[in-house]
């Protein structure tokens, strides 16, 4: 029995696609959950029409999170951490901070998308990753400097 999965199911598929069960999973898990539908012309035009705007909702995500990559990759950034007279840094810089000093130059980042595996508690240069979509990485270079 061909049936078309409106959710993700795990082990079965994901949702959108048509695929063939056998017809007591379908009769019996698939459709009283409301997990799947039966696989009639109409139910595939209408998932044909739903595939082909979720992937253009998805190019358009992806071409943004390409022009948000331009941006930040094209702007280092500098920020200052307080440092006693042994070296020894008071504080750190963290990923909340990166999101404010980027909000500050126009760029609006979620701080969980900033990859940071620990707050940076030295000073120099540091490559930091940032995660704008699922295909599409940044790496943005941050300067820490004494102040």
Do not use: C, W
Request: charged share 25%.
């Amino acid at each position: 029995m061909d049936v078309i999965l409106l959710k993700d199911v795990e082990k079965v598929g994901a949702g959108g696609s048509v695929i063939q069960v056998r017809p007591g999973f379908a009769r019996n898990y698939l459709f009283p959950r409301g997990l799947a539908a039966a696989a009639t012309p109409q139910q595939l035009k209408a998932v044909e029409a739903q595939q082909q705007l979720r992937s253009r909702q998805q190019q358009r995500q992806r071409e943004e999170a390409d022009a948000l990559k331009q941006a930040i990759e094209g702007r280092p950034l500098t920020l200052t951490l307080q440092v006693g007279a042994d070296g020894k840094s008071f504080g750190s810089v963290t990923a909340r901070d990166l999101t404010e000093a980027l909000t500050r130059q126009g760029v609006t980042i979620a701080k969980h998308d900033i990859q940071l595996k620990q707050p940076i508690k030295t000073l120099g240069a540091h490559e930091i990753p940032i995660r704008l979509h699922p295909d599409v990485t940044a790496v943005m270079t941050l300067t820490v400097v004494k102040g």
